[in-house]
């Protein structure tokens, strides 16, 4: 084998794992470290350039890092990443000074952002500070979108939320609220020099053809035009018998509600089996901590009215049978099921709409309806119109469409300064000894062997009187200080220098993991069977130093380093160095600030 080639970024894609599963590259191991250091100022911000909520995220977010965390593969549980993140946000203090200080020098070029979510304001963000104008047209009232009328208070607060949002409009936004674009054509015709489109995807799935839908509708409400309903005030009940179809994050967040808005008997059915709901775990935990039973593997045939009143619905018993890979529900021949129900709520998925965009424009639209745009520059079929979060490629989720945010920004700036859209900065990369001593170093080498700490939650009885008192309580310091401790630092890595190398093998004799091994090289499928553990995960990539004076090779095994840095205080040559990786996703006019700072 080759040697892998330890300074190229590509190499850690492979090994700060948790960093890359993150959609906007959130910088884990080092917001981490400044949490279990109680640099909650700094932590936060090292968030915000990432994910730009971080009060939001570090409570809503759908974890895509957490999979990914190295943690998960000695103990069952991951390092609570996404409840790390509000720690640093529930204990950061005034921040306010540390924000890009306005008014910035004009650039001359104005840009309307059409729709207020994460998409949208992450935008702003990164352009703002560059000079741009930028304009925010929304129909609700106030910014945020579907962080706003999606996610309910109990799970979100308003003023954690009017807080992360107030960060970016006080950036110089021109804000537009409560006014709704009807026309592309309007827009461009203002003679914007760009128009980004990140206006989610709004659309809730209806069950329109199902019988008795449409006898009773006051009665059945699409879920997410609901929650909506709710957040804003207008609907403030619901009956006492409630039915919430599907089994999703948003089918979670209905059925919760409902129960503080009156419902008494709240029942989520599924047409799949329980271990393929959609929803995340935890938000299935929640739901039925809160007393709320899903019904697996019920499929809806129709709604019950009688006399114009709905009774409730009827619904076929099935199982999933699987072939090739593929799932077919099949019935079982039992009785069909009726549930009681005074209201209905339709959770079964969202879709985009575009009805206030023009055909005649030259903007292509694919089979399903969405924009047919570049997927690493977001640029439509219109050279000046840029898409992001769900409006770009469908629903996902608010990491996402922060990311897809950056991703825009890169573009606009881009296309603004007429240079390529596809010609993109290079991020921001660094690699640094973490050296102070013989036995010391900058991070917390020990290993904690601390399990996953459990997240507080408010007393239940307390929650379903109130929509929007907070659930979750979050971690105190002390407690994030612990959860942070169990992070095993992967960002600080093991870098070997050959010409340094004795080849006394004292590494290999001190490694915990036995994951050192001096030997002849070889091709990947040999090498990998003749380490002094073989290595089994073919998707992570070994780490072979070039040929030593010997002719043999150093070969690690990166699945299961722990980063501890004993092989570096053992080595009596420094042949092997514990050194930080940072990597910075790159932004709009390739903006680093305070994670350049902190590495420079």
């Given at each position: 084998m080759?040697?892998?080639?330890?300074?190229n970024?590509e190499?850690?894609h492979?090994?700060?794992d948790c960093?890359?599963?993150?959609?906007?590259h959130?910088?884990?191991?080092?917001y981490?470290r400044?949490i279990?250091?109680?640099?909650?100022?700094e932590?936060?911000?090292?968030?915000?350039e990432?994910?730009?909520f971080?009060?939001?995220?570090?409570?809503?977010?759908?974890?895509?890092c957490?999979?990914?965390?190295?943690?998960?593969?000695?103990?069952e549980?991951?390092?609570?990443?996404?409840r790390l993140?509000?720690?640093?946000?529930?204990?950061?203090?005034?921040?306010?000074?540390?924000?890009?200080?306005?008014?910035?020098?004009?650039?001359?070029?104005k840009?309307?952002?059409?729709?207020?979510?994460?998409a949208?304001?992450?935008?702003?963000?990164?352009?703002?500070?560059?000079?741009?104008?930028?304009?925010l047209?929304?129909?609700?009232?106030?910014?945020g979108?579907?962080?706003?009328?999606?996610i309910?208070?109990?799970?979100?607060?308003?003023?954690?939320?009017?807080?992360?949002?107030?960060f970016?409009?006080?950036?110089?936004?021109h804000?537009?609220f409560?006014?709704?674009?009807?026309?592309?054509?309007?827009?461009l015709?203002?003679?914007?020099?760009?128009?980004?489109?990140?206006?989610?995807a709004?659309?809730?799935?209806?069950?329109?053809?199902?019988?008795?839908?449409?006898?009773?509708?006051?009665?059945?409400?699409?879920?997410?035009?609901?929650?909506?309903?709710?957040a804003?005030?207008h609907?403030?009940?619901?009956?006492?018998?409630?039915?919430?179809l599907?089994?999703?994050?948003?089918?979670?967040?209905c059925?919760?509600t409902?129960?503080?808005?009156?419902?008494?008997e709240?029942?989520?059915?599924?047409r799949?089996?329980?271990?393929?709901m959609?929803?995340?775990?935890?938000?299935i935990?929640?739901?039925?901590?809160e007393?709320?039973?899903?019904l697996?593997?019920h499929v809806?045939?129709?709604?019950?009215?009688?006399?114009?009143?709905?009774?409730?619905?009827m619904f076929?018993?099935?199982?999933a049978?699987?072939?090739?890979?593929?799932?077919?529900?099949?019935?079982?021949?039992?009785p069909?099921?009726?549930?009681?129900?005074?209201?209905v709520?339709?959770?079964?998925?969202?879709?985009?709409?575009?009805?206030w965009?023009?055909?005649?424009?030259?903007?292509?639209f694919?089979?399903?309806?969405?924009?047919?745009?570049?997927?690493?520059?977001?640029?439509?079929?219109?050279p000046?119109?840029?898409f992001?979060?769900?409006?770009?490629?469908?629903?996902?989720?608010?990491?996402t469409?922060?990311?897809?945010?950056h991703?825009?920004?890169?573009s606009?700036?881009?296309?603004?300064?007429?240079?390529?859209?596809?010609?993109?900065?290079?991020?921001?990369t660094?690699?640094i000894?973490?050296?102070?001593?013989i036995?010391?170093?900058i991070?917390?080498?020990p290993?904690?062997?601390d399990?996953?700490?459990k997240?507080?939650?408010?007393?239940k009885?307390?929650?379903?009187?109130?929509?929007k008192k907070?659930?979750?309580?979050?971690f105190?310091?002390?407690t994030?200080?612990?959860?942070?401790?169990?992070c095993?630092?992967?960002?600080?890595?093991?870098?070997?220098?050959?010409?340094?190398?004795?080849?006394?093998?004292?590494?290999?004799?001190?490694?915990?993991t036995?994951?050192i091994?001096?030997?002849?090289?070889?091709?990947e499928?040999?090498?990998?069977?003749?380490?002094?553990?073989p290595?089994?995960?073919?998707?992570?990539?070994?780490?072979?130093?070039?040929t030593l004076?010997?002719?043999r090779?150093?070969?690690?095994?990166?699945?299961?380093?722990?980063?501890?840095?004993?092989?570096?205080e053992?080595?009596?040559?420094?042949?092997?160095?514990?050194?930080?990786?940072?990597?910075s996703?790159?932004?709009?006019?390739?903006?680093?600030?305070?994670?350049?700072?902190?590495?420079?």
């Open positions: 080759k040697p892998t080639d330890i300074k970024p190499y850690f492979k090994v700060v960093q890359y599963a993150c959609p906007a959130t910088p884990v191991p080092e981490i400044l279990a250091a109680e640099r909650y100022t932590a936060y911000m090292v968030n915000w990432s994910n730009v971080p009060g939001v995220l570090g409570r809503t977010c759908d974890r895509p957490e999979p990914a965390c190295r943690r998960g593969r000695v103990e549980e991951p390092v609570a990443i996404c993140k509000r720690v640093a946000a529930d204990n950061k203090g005034d921040v306010t000074s540390f924000m890009p200080q306005g008014p910035f020098i004009p650039n001359g070029k840009i309307a952002l059409i729709g207020g979510g994460p949208s304001l992450t935008v702003a963000r990164d352009l703002a500070p560059l000079g741009y104008e930028v304009h047209y929304d129909d609700q009232p106030m910014g979108g579907m962080m706003r009328s999606q309910p208070s109990f799970r979100l607060p308003d003023s954690v939320l009017n807080e992360e949002v107030g970016v409009l006080d950036l110089g936004i804000t537009h409560n006014t709704r674009v009807n026309s592309l054509r309007d827009v015709d203002q003679g914007y020099d760009a128009v980004f489109v990140g206006t989610g709004p659309k809730g799935k209806d069950l329109a053809d199902l019988p008795g839908r449409w006898d009773a509708k006051s009665h059945v409400h699409i879920g997410i035009e609901w929650l909506a309903s709710v804003f005030e609907t403030a009940k619901i009956g006492k018998k409630v039915i919430v599907g089994g999703g994050n948003t089918a979670m967040d059925c919760r409902s129960r503080r808005l009156g419902g008494e709240v029942k989520v059915v599924v799949s089996p329980f271990k393929e959609k929803a995340s775990p935890w938000e935990e929640d739901a039925l901590h007393d709320i039973p899903i697996e593997c809806p045939k129709s709604f019950v009215v009688e006399d114009g009143q709905l009774k409730g619905m076929e018993k099935v199982e049978k699987y072939e090739n890979g593929r799932r077919k529900l099949v019935s079982t021949g039992e069909d099921v009726f549930i009681e129900a005074d209201d709520l339709v959770a079964i998925g969202q879709e985009n709409s575009f009805p965009i023009e055909r005649d424009l030259g903007l292509q694919n089979e399903w309806g969405l924009p047919v745009l570049d997927e690493k520059t977001f640029q439509s079929t219109i000046n119109v840029f992001g979060g769900d409006s770009a490629m469908g629903p996902k989720n608010v990491i469409a922060v990311a897809q945010g991703s825009a920004a890169v606009i700036d881009l296309f603004c300064s007429e240079k390529s859209v596809h010609d993109r900065p290079s991020p921001y660094n690699l000894s973490q050296k102070m001593g036995h010391e170093w991070y917390d080498s290993v904690s062997d399990e996953r700490f997240v507080p939650h408010a007393d009885a307390l929650t379903l009187k109130d929509r907070e659930v979750e309580l979050g105190s310091p002390e994030g200080f612990k959860e942070a401790q169990r095993l630092n992967c960002d600080v890595q093991t870098v070997f220098t050959e010409n340094k190398c004795i080849e006394c093998d004292a590494c290999m004799d001190v490694c915990p036995s994951c091994t001096f030997t002849v090289n070889g091709e499928e040999d090498l990998r069977s003749r380490l002094l553990v290595a089994d995960n073919l998707s992570q990539d070994l780490y072979v130093s070039d004076k010997t002719g090779v150093m070969v690690k095994d990166e699945d299961v380093c722990l980063h501890c840095g004993l092989c570096a053992r080595c009596p040559t420094s042949a092997w160095d514990m050194q930080k990786y940072l990597y996703v790159t932004k709009a006019g390739n903006q680093c600030g305070i994670l350049q700072e902190l590495t420079t």
